[in-house]
């Protein structure tokens, strides 16, 4: 797809747009620059280690659980499609639907459908560090499973999770947002 070249071609832009109606043509080639510079070996893919190089997503605790979203066939290489076809989801203007479905992923730490006690345990200690006690975690697990766990099944699934997100009152409009004008990608 172009990406052992220097620029990519109006008909390879234009057939990531039909793929990702987000972006424009501006913000693709700004995104090609990034992937280009991190492609340091001109293959045409990144390693998941290359995510580091982000600023946007370097300093984020999530950074690991983001990135197995991005390496869609878990060979621990992304393209420039998948690249963009991931960044979509992380747009400002992205559906709403879909920012929970990534996010749902992010918490599906082991891709089988359902958010356990201790996926639900994993991510909270991801994100509050060394903050709150283990104690407190496990308060915060118990209370969200209580509330979001309608059926009592022990584990939520999408649609328990997404009437959850609904029901936090969370501003889903800057949720999972990356502005690709003001950034490094």
């Known amino acids: 797809m172009g990406v052992n070249k220097s620029t990519l071609r109006t008909e390879e832009i234009e057939e990531i747009r039909e793929d990702s109606l987000l972006f424009t043509q ?3 080639k700004k995104l090609y620059k990034r992937f280009k510079r991190l492609d340091k070996e001109e293959k045409g893919s990144i390693n998941v280690e290359d995510f580091n190089q982000i600023p946007e997503l370097s300093m984020n ?5 983001i990135i197995s979203i991005f390496d869609v066939n878990r060979d621990g290489q ?3 499609k998948q690249f963009v076809k991931t960044l979509s989801a992380f747009h400002p203007k ?3 639907t879909d920012k929970i479905k990534i996010l749902f992923k992010i918490y599906d730490i082991n891709n ?3 958010i356990t006690r201790d996926e639900i345990e994993t991510i909270l200690t991801m994100m509050v560090g060394k903050n709150l006690t283990k104690e407190q975690i496990s308060s915060i697990v118990e209370e969200t499973l209580n509330e979001a ?3 009592g099944k022990g584990k939520l699934d ?4 997404k009437a959850s997100i609904g029901k936090s009152g969370c501003n889903t409009e800057n ?3 990356i502005s690709i004008h003001n950034s490094e990608l």
Do not use: C
Request: glycine residues 4%.
């Open 26 to 28: 501006r913000e693709i």
């Open 61 to 65: 605790p999530m950074l690991p659980r």
């Open 78 to 80: 992304v393209n420039f």
């Open 94 to 96: 992205a559906d709403k």
């Open 112 to 114: 089988d459908g359902f």
């Open 149 to 151: 766990d309608v059926n």
């Open 158 to 161: 999408y649609e328990d999770f």
């Open 175 to 177: 949720m999972l947002s």
